[in-house]
């Protein structure tokens, strides 16, 4: 549940369920009382995080804290209360035939892109075509150099739109425009969660039409750089960027009020209330705790599972507020199947026989967060606790025996390397994990590598990650269409084999078995070719009710058999601001009730003003 304290710990008030796919539900809309005084309006507000940011592309992949700067420009389709529903946001409604194979949405009216472009059918039409690739340029594979761009698929550089995003809507036959203001979505196959897609945990940030013009993105290789997009974000939300309001290392954003802002208060006054937002990186807990302690820093992120000493600390702070998301997030330790040693199920089993995670829990949150017993939280419809494979140090070396067997004759020692942050707690979680595995005879080498680029070198070959193991963030909440993009196997394609092919769109798509399921290489984290757990994943999205449930847990309990992943502790995060800090939280959704407060994206400061 959302948690707000100040000082300590006070009574719980969120609602206990948050919807799977949401990294982040805006906090905008409606929200004080008449009574209330008046909000204060300018000044500038300091915010502090961990992660760098990498750009504003569609596949430039924020991480976390990151994401907090990029949703107060960008706005989505849709947003999530806290009840876990997704209701429209840049959307007015959105509706569906019966077998939810068709959906009409209709965008919202008299809302603007802080350039002065209207947000309307084309700009939604637009924004689709960049996330099913229909805008790029595949890279020649005739050219002596691989890098150059297709000039028979010349439009501009497709590293920038595409490649990632696609797969989230291989399902998708065509996109129509009605009208000016009604697109229509129709499906290959019905999909009652089409809604809940189109949200993308909250990451699916609308972007003004300007982005996208090859005008706007010069470049004839892979390797060019020279995009607005990545530079420079242009959306409805209620701050804005100018060119060059990010930093050559990446790690300040600066960003000011966007004087057409479409949402107002509930007194019917202009949001949002501050003049300036600065966004600063800052690796270190401790250090962004001491700045909120002496002021310097109006509000800062953090992360219960590398920095919970520091959040607790803050808690006891009287000048301090924090507030905690739900616990519904699960990191995986994700075994990289296509390659020695965890191509062998039984060193994936050792492993995870090897980890305590009771101890790991107190250890590195100070009891904090909560040990897993299903690489899903309990909120989840396909948690379970079947085949999940548990602490156990003598299984664990009955397991390592038998996989320095399968790994082949003079095979003496289970080693592999996995990346942490390279934030200073970050890599003390490596390391405590490190000496759980060595307990046992396991050799992990932790290594130190920035979150941006683990991202980079997760997502960037369809043959491999760089990795033979990765401790990654991207399975949440009780939902799984968010999920499943990066759990489905590569056993079968998805419509198309290959992202060249989907970039080549629609002619690869229109011959394509609607029967076929699963994942982009590039997506499918633990690169596994389990077909038995496809079938049972794909047919649970398909029913509703206690019969989806069950087909749900079916499918996990396939999964932890096969231990293509483990997970250890329940996430949560965390803002913490000082007492000039207002409104944090306060403001309902557009759609009415409200929304989801904290995420691994913070929160909307949309409503929020500082005192004087």
């Not at 990151?66 to 420009?73: E, G, P």
């Not at 897609?197 to 005008?215: D, H, I, K, V």
């Amino acid at each position: 549940m959302n948690q707000s304290s100040k000082g300590r710990a006070m009574k719980r008030f969120g609602i206990a369920i948050a919807i799977a796919l949401g990294a982040s539900a805006i906090q905008v809309g409606t929200g004080h009382a008449a009574s209330t005084p008046a909000p204060t309006r300018g000044g500038t507000l300091n915010v502090t995080m961990t992660d760098y940011m990498v750009g504003f592309c569609p596949n430039d992949t924020n991480s976390n804290s990151a994401l907090m700067a990029v949703r107060q420009i960008g706005e989505t389709l849709f947003e999530q209360r806290a009840d876990g529903v997704v209701v429209p946001y840049l959307v007015s409604s959105a509706s569906a035939n019966s077998d939810f194979t068709s959906w009409r949405l209709v965008t919202r009216a008299g809302v603007t892109f802080s350039n002065g472009e209207k947000w309307n059918a084309d700009a939604l039409i637009i924004n689709m075509k960049s996330s099913i690739g229909q805008l790029a340029a595949a890279g020649s594979s005739t050219s002596a150099d691989s890098s150059s761009v297709d000039p028979a698929n010349q439009k501009f550089h497709g590293a920038k739109y595409g490649g990632l995003a696609p797969v989230a809507w291989a399902n998708l036959k065509v996109i129509t425009k009605v009208n000016d203001t009604t697109v229509q979505f129709d499906l290959k196959r019905g999909n009652g969660g089409f809604k809940e897609l189109l949200y993308g945990s909250g990451r699916s940030f609308m972007r003004a039409p300007a982005m996208f013009t090859p005008a706007n993105n010069p470049g004839t290789k892979l390797t060019d750089i020279n995009y607005l997009c990545s530079r420079q974000m242009i959306g409805t939300g209620p701050f804005k960027m100018a060119d060059g309001g990010m930093s050559a290392d990446k790690s300040t954003i600066t960003l000011t009020k966007n004087d057409t802002y479409w949402r107002k208060d509930a007194k019917g006054e202009k949001l949002p209330y501050l003049n300036k937002l600065v966004f600063t990186t800052t690796k270190d807990a401790a250090t962004r705790v001491n700045a909120l302690k002496a002021g310097t820093t109006d509000l800062s992120w953090f992360t219960g599972a590398s920095e919970a000493n520091a959040i607790l600390r803050a808690q006891k702070i009287k000048t301090l507020k924090t507030t905690l998301s739900d616990g519904d997030f699960y990191p995986q330790l994700w075994f990289v199947e296509n390659k020695a040693p965890f191509n062998k199920l039984s060193c994936r089993q050792a492993v995870s026989a090897a980890i305590d995670r009771a101890t790991y829990t107190i250890t590195r949150s100070s009891g904090l967060l909560k040990p897993m017993t299903s690489i899903l939280g309990a909120s989840n419809l396909g948690a379970t606790t079947e085949n999940f494979v548990t602490y156990n140090a003598n299984k664990a070396k009955e397991y390592l025996k038998t996989c320095l067997t399968d790994l082949g004759p003079g095979t003496t020692q289970l080693e592999f390397s996995a990346p942490w942050d390279t934030a200073p707690d970050a890599q003390k979680n490596g390391t405590e994990l490190a000496a759980q595995l060595a307990a046992v005879g396991i050799k992990m080498n932790v290594l130190s590598v920035e979150t941006g680029t683990i991202i980079v070198n997760v997502f960037a070959s369809t043959a491999t990650t760089g990795y033979q193991a990765v401790w990654f963030n991207v399975l949440e909440g009780p939902g799984n269409q968010y999920n499943s993009l990066f759990m489905s196997s590569t056993s079968n394609g998805y419509y198309c084999k290959g992202i060249e092919a989907l970039l080549r769109e629609p002619a690869c798509a229109a011959g394509a078995s609607p029967d076929l399921y699963g994942s982009f290489d590039i997506l499918n984290i633990s690169r596994h070719t389990d077909k038995d757990f496809d079938t049972l994943w794909f047919a649970a999205k398909g029913l509703s009710g206690a019969a989806q449930t069950a087909k749900y847990k079916e499918a996990i309990a396939r999964w932890q058999s096969q231990a293509h992943s483990t997970s250890i502790m329940g996430v949560q995060f965390a803002v913490v601001s000082t007492s000039k800090v207002k409104g944090v939280c306060e403001l309902k959704l557009t759609s009415g009730g409200a929304g989801r407060c904290a995420s691994n994206s913070g929160v909307s400061l949309a409503g929020v003003y500082k005192t004087k």
